[in-house]
């Protein structure tokens, strides 16, 4: 059955107003890409709301307003082995208005179907009110065809993005060891699984959405599980566009009468890039619980780091830049790797505290009589092979389905069980100890290992599931988070999971992530839109060492998204001679510093829905504070016409922070201005009268 000749029985229209299921009509021979607005019995349909069809076969295809996306998708489907079952006859549809505890007022739709080979499907969708663009979707699969079927996985929001002119861009909240960039291009040849598992022993996990999306209007798929899940989320360049879908292994003997209920899972179809699909995701998130906690106050503080010094660091060197650090304008002083025996005991250095913990207590106070805050770096979750915590405790060694140890590699070292109990109590009481004896005021915990991990086989733990240990590390945080607080009321708990892309379930326990290691200012920009998104306001993301950006020295790259400012100079020599604070590049921290305190960018609203971070040139970020509108633009080089998205009513004033210049006025009709710049251009556009 061709798209031409499909009858169409079921459109159901998301809006604002919510979704609602219209009457089984014949649609006759209707392009299967036709815009839905121009369909006379589709109605409520917003400027960014979307529809969904289902034809008779209950393939489903999608549409923003004015603007077609897909055809008609084989988008939920059942797998059994090589076969796909993709067809189902329809059966049937009820809708009823709803009003969830958390979510509000909606309308849930409930669509019924057979397939030839005996399997009924039932596919639930919500849509709520104030999730616009957003629909909610949880697929039961039925064996009723008398014999036993061998399921070996699922596939949810199955749809290919039709192509138009200029390309498409996607976003993964997926794990990579190669560290890749989060939003990229996609090239014609593009294919990545996006597995939330785990890509090798110590990198995985991640956010669960992945978009694609081309001028105007952009898919997203994910799912909306209270707890981590480990399913794939694939994105691929077809010939005629893009597509994804949410995949789970699930490898089942369904008996007679047996059935299968998916993950929940979400669709958004919403015009620009990735920045709009995860404030829905995170609104959602939110609802059930799931949200950033807001930051305290200490941040939003910029960032010295003793990392400079590396791990063969003297505390003699640490303390004599602290002076220079707190001249530059920096609040936080970190210290870094290397203080320990080794990871695991967590045990202090004798060469460099000789007099153990009275040492260590004496430096947290030399910190804070430099006028500045302690923080201590440590690695949670991994330990030596050769550490006293793995002799007297092996039982807390995370085992996969072989047995096998998991490696963190940067530190040669083996990761626990965070969902096994002893594992838990161990590193909590580390947390106490760093806080309420040693007398820090924050930690930096550190390792691509801390994002995620494995199913945890070994026989010791216990565990009713192997996934227990997958769905633990957020609860591992969580202990961590509270016991940091318990000790001392608003200590900060930084996480870096080196590299990875964050998994969005840690982050309700954790008060400030930072670009994670990145390999240039674009990672350090597109890592912060995104976490912007997810976190929301109140919340810090930091952009780590600027030496990591590019030259160096981007600190505009932090200062225009409102990320916190951060770096790990060292002073006046060091082993690595290109983060030596020179005369030249004290002036230049100074400036940057003192023109973050002024404007505090990192306590604003950032804008991300204003510009799309793929097609508009130059790149540009957006931080309301107030009335107020602070614009970065991003380009090697520029020279032509920029517009000044958001402005209200009235005229703006035009002003160049970094250079003082004037650049004249606009208002919301006239926002156009011509801009010459290399590198970057910041502009404060501030109400007149």
């Known amino acids: 059955m061709t798209d031409m000749n499909r009858r169409t029985v079921l459109k159901v229209a998301l809006g604002g107003a919510g979704l609602a299921a219209l009457p089984a009509v014949a649609a006759g021979a209707a392009p299967a890409a036709a815009a839905p607005n121009r369909d006379a019995d589709i109605v409520g349909v917003g400027d960014t709301s979307i529809t969904l069809e289902f034809d008779d076969t209950l393939r489903s295809r999608v549409a923003l307003k004015d603007v077609s996306v897909t055809r008609f998708d084989a988008s939920e489907v059942l797998l059994l082995g090589d076969t796909a079952v993709d067809e189902f006859t329809y059966r049937g549809h009820e809708t009823r208005k709803i009003r969830h505890p958390r979510h509000g007022a909606g309308v849930e739709v409930t669509v019924r179907g057979r ?19 957003m629909v909610v979707m949880k697929v039961t699969y039925t064996n009723v065809s008398g014999r036993s079927l061998k399921v070996t996985g699922w596939r949810s929001g199955a749809h290919e993005l039709l192509e138009v002119p200029g390309g498409f861009y996607t976003f993964s909240g997926t794990t990579y ?85 998916t993950d929940t899972t979400f669709l958004t179809a919403l015009p620009g890039d990735h920045f709009m699909p995860l404030q829905r995701y995170r609104d959602y998130m939110g609802d059930i619980g799931l949200s950033a906690p807001k930051a305290p106050k200490t941040a939003f503080d910029p960032i010295w780091c003793a990392w400079g010094y590396e791990r063969d660091f003297t505390l003699e060197e640490v303390v004599a830049t602290l002076p220079k650090a707190r001249a530059v304008g920096l609040t936080w002083a970190g210290l870094d790797d290397g203080w320990q025996t080794n990871e695991g005991d967590w045990d202090l250095d004798p060469r460099k505290f000789p007099r153990g913990d009275a040492d260590m207590r004496a430096f947290t106070r030399r910190v804070r009589d430099a006028g500045m805050l302690p923080r201590l770096w440590w690695a949670p979750l991994a330990a030596d092979p050769d550490s006293n915590l793995l002799r007297d405790h092996p039982d807390m060694l995370l085992l996969d389905r072989h047995g096998n140890k998991q490696k963190v590699t940067w530190w040669d070292s083996w990761t626990l069980c965070p969902a096994y109990q002893p594992t838990v109590d161990y590193f909590v ?108 306001e109140g919340s810090s993301y930091a952009g780590d060492h600027v030496e990591l950006s590019d030259n160096g020295d981007d600190f505009a790259s932090s200062y225009g998204i409102g990320a916190v400012l951060s770096t790990k100079f060292t002073y006046p020599a060091g082993p690595d001679d290109s983060i030596v604070l020179t005369p030249e590049k004290e002036a230049l921290w100074r400036k940057w510093v003192n023109l973050y305190e002024e404007n505090m960018l990192s306590t604003g609203e950032y804008r991300g829905e204003l510009y799309d971070i793929g097609f508009d040139k130059p790149e540009a970020h957006v931080v309301a504070k107030g009335a107020t509108l602070h614009y970065a633009f991003y380009a090697p080089r520029w020279d032509g016409p920029v517009e000044l998205r958001g402005l209200e009513r009235g005229r703006y004033r035009l002003t160049d922070p970094f250079t003082g210049a004037s650049l004249g006025t606009v208002d919301a009709r006239h926002n156009t201005v011509r801009l010459g710049f290399e590198r970057f251009q910041l502009i404060i556009a501030e109400p007149i009268g």
């Open 115 to 133: 397939s030839a080979s005996g399997v009924r499907k039932t596919v639930k969708l919500t849509s709520f009110r104030r999730l616009t663009g």
């Open 429 to 536: 009481g580390l947390v106490k100890k760093f806080i309420g004896d040693w007398g820090y005021e924050g930690l930096k915990a550190d390792g691509q290992h801390l994002n995620a991990v494995t199913p945890c086989y070994n026989p010791a733990h216990r565990h009713a599931r192997p996934e227990e240990s997958t769905e633990g590390v957020a609860r591992f945080w969580k202990a961590v988070y509270e016991a940091a607080n318990e000790v001392k009321r608003n200590a900060l708990l930084e996480l870096c999971p080196c590299g990875t892309a964050f998994a969005f379930h840690n982050l309700p326990y954790v008060d400030q992530f930072p670009g994670s290691d990145p390999e240039s200012s674009y990672q350090v920009r597109s890592k912060g839109k995104t976490m912007k998104a997810l976190m929301g």
């Open 177 to 261: 060891t190669d560290r890749r960039d989060w939003v990229r291009p996609m090239t014609d040849t593009f294919h990545e699984e996006n597995s939330l598992g785990m890509d090798s022993s110590d990198y995985g996990g991640g956010t669960p959405m992945a978009s694609v999306w081309r001028p105007g209007a952009g898919l997203s798929v994910g799912h909306v599980e209270p707890v981590a899940k480990i399913l794939r989320l694939p994105v691929r360049r077809t010939d005629g566009g893009a597509s994804l879908a949410v995949e789970g292994d699930t490898r089942v003997t369904l008996r007679p009468g047996q059935k299968l209920t």
